[in-house]
């Protein structure tokens, strides 16, 4: 082990110090007996939804991606836990994914037209990446290409830590 | 050939029009030689005006830009030397029309209908760019010479600006140029077209292109692949497997952890020295699900963890919790009805 000094607000240091929050938030919502498959899905999801919630709040608002995946996760937690509001809740979110896709259609119809001038021949990879990346439906391939490689490399410290809390559960 | 001296700082003036003088001589005698794009490259010049021209043939910069190739180059810094068409034709090729302090583009003003089709946006935009890219650009030439003209040069390049050019350097040096300026100048080559669309496309992939290089060091293994399209494939390829390693490793941990938790005060109190980075050190004992492997093979863990998710809690915790506690009560304070694991806190602080 090579003790180095970890710059203290450094992505990683920010993610893991959320997670590892949420981690024992959801832990002592649900002590124990979770034997069963189904529960284990329920903390599954949980979890992932900490992770990924995590990871954007360490990066805050700054990029597309980060607010995208925010605004898709508070969405979701609006909606399962307000049920009887729902119709109201669902009303706004349904108008600005609908604002969304009308942007990304406008877009689409820019596209052929466009396609014999810049984008050669890499539209069908871009459109993958756009529904890879949260957020990316409402971009241009130049921004894209740039929240793919913020985004990359969040996933990656993402991956590491977690692997780190794993291994260390684990054994 | 005559060759003239450069003159004094003083008698600019003066010099420059017995030069334009000698020039036009040369000019005309370079004329009668059987060259087409010499031609052309003349007629251009003495479209414009001789003191200008002169400057346009008398940059030292050029000199250095060309180097080794052409041998009198030393000769040239000073003096109107015409070796041959062929010298001048490269030294042409090379000339570079924004000059600023030591520029490092070369222009070349090659055909004379070039010349008559600068758009006066662009000639704004030239203007503009041209104090930034003399910031921006090398200084290959200390002359102090250089600096005086680069005040009329800022005129004649007015006029020679959106020239179409054959030399890649330029265009390269433009598209590193047109990434790092705030106004977009990118340099038009030799046959394409030159209005401000095209140029705004060009620029465009210009800074995709560059976009694509940094993913390609971002993404493992992208290096040797050549074409966007499987560059692109790559990059989805990783994302995917990115994604699913992390809804993978939530799933282990969903199996994991229902009893374990650690006190995160102690942890992040202290949060200093060998943190995630470090390797973790294996002084327990083996894992508890061995078929369970983080290898970062995608296809393994999607195969695997089905099975394993729901086989875990048939082994029972309790067995686990034995296996912990019995070879590493050094190690965990562990206890299933408590929560907090001191000890085990340590643990996580070195190891975050």
């Known amino acids: ?73 508070r969405s979701r937690s609006y909606r399962q836990a307000s049920s009887g509001r729902r119709s109201a809740v669902k009303t706004s979110t349904t108008t600005s994914h609908q604002a969304i ?46 929240e793919t490689a913020h985004y990359i490399k969040c996933l990656t410290t993402q991956v590491q830590v977690m692997k780190k809390i794993v291994d260390f559960y684990s054994l | 050939m005559a060759t ?11 010099v420059e029009v ?18 087409t794009d010499n031609a052309g490259f003349f007629t251009a010049l003495l479209e414009l005006p001789a003191p200008q021209a002169v400057q346009l043939l008398h940059s030292p910069e050029s000199a250095k830009l060309i180097a080794a190739p052409v041998p009198n180059v030393e000769d040239f810094k000073g003096s109107f030397h015409f070796p041959s068409n062929s010298g001048l034709i490269e030294r042409a090729a090379r000339f570079s029309v924004f000059a600023g302090e030591g520029n490092n ?52 390049e007015k006029k020679v600006k959106e020239s179409k050019k054959k030399s890649k350097t330029a265009a390269n040096e433009s598209s590193e140029d047109a990434e790092k300026l705030p106004y977009v100048h990118v340099r038009a080559r ?97 894992m508890m699900w061995p078929e369970v492997q983080v290898n970062g093979n995608r296809q393994q863990y999607q195969q695997q963890w089905h099975f394993d998710a729901l086989q875990q809690p048939v082994w029972g915790r309790e067995e686990v919790c034995n296996n912990y506690i019995t070879p590493e009560n050094s190690l965990l304070s562990y206890d299933s009805s408590t929560n907090s694991v001191t000890l085990h806190s340590n643990q996580l602080k070195m190891e975050l």
Request: with cysteine; hydrophobic share 35%.
């Open chain 1, 101 to 146: 896709r009308k942007k990304t259609n406008h877009e689409k119809e820019n596209k052929p037209t466009k396609t014999g001038e810049d984008q050669v021949g890499f539209v069908v990879q871009a459109d993958e990446l756009r529904e890879l990346v949260p957020g990316g439906e409402a971009m241009d391939l130049c921004n894209l290409l740039d």
């Open chain 2, 105 to 156: 583009n070369t222009k070349k003003s090659n055909s004379p209908e070039t010349t008559s089709n600068i758009s006066s946006a662009n000639l704004e935009k030239a203007v503009k760019s041209e104090p930034a890219e003399s910031e921006s650009s090398q200084p290959l030439v200390s002359d102090p010479t250089v600096e005086k003209r680069s005040i009329k040069r800022k005129d004649r």
């Open chain 2, 4 to 14: 003239r001296s450069n003159g004094t700082a003083s008698d600019r003036g003066e």
């Open chain 2, 190 to 286: 030799r046959g394409q077209a030159t209005d401000s669309h095209s140029l705004a496309e060009r620029a465009r992939r210009e800074k995709i292109n560059a976009r694509m290089k940094l993913l390609q060091e971002l993404v493992p293994g992208c290096n040797k692949i050549s074409g966007t399209a499987l560059v692109l494939d790559e990059i989805i390829n990783h994302v995917q497997s990115l994604q699913h390693q992390v809804e993978f490793l939530s799933m282990r941990l969903a199996a994991v952890n229902p009893r374990i938790d650690f006190n995160l005060d102690s942890i992040f109190t202290a949060e200093s020295g060998s943190i995630i980075d470090c390797n973790f050190p294996s002084m327990v004992m083996p």
């Open chain 1, 1 to 73: 082990m090579n003790p180095q000094h970890l710059n203290a607000s450094s992505l990683k240091s920010r993610f893991t110090r959320r997670f590892l929050r949420a981690l024992t938030k959801i832990n002592a919502q649900k002590p124990i007996s979770s034997s069963s498959p189904r529960e284990i899905f329920q903390r599954y999801g949980r979890i992932k939804a900490a992770a990924d919630k995590s990871m954007a709040n360490s990066v805050r608002s700054r990029r597309t991606w980060s607010r995208a995946m925010l605004w898709k996760l």
């Open chain 2, 18 to 35: 017995l030069e334009s003088l000698q020039f036009t001589d040369e000019i005309q005698h370079l004329m009668s030689a059987p060259t």
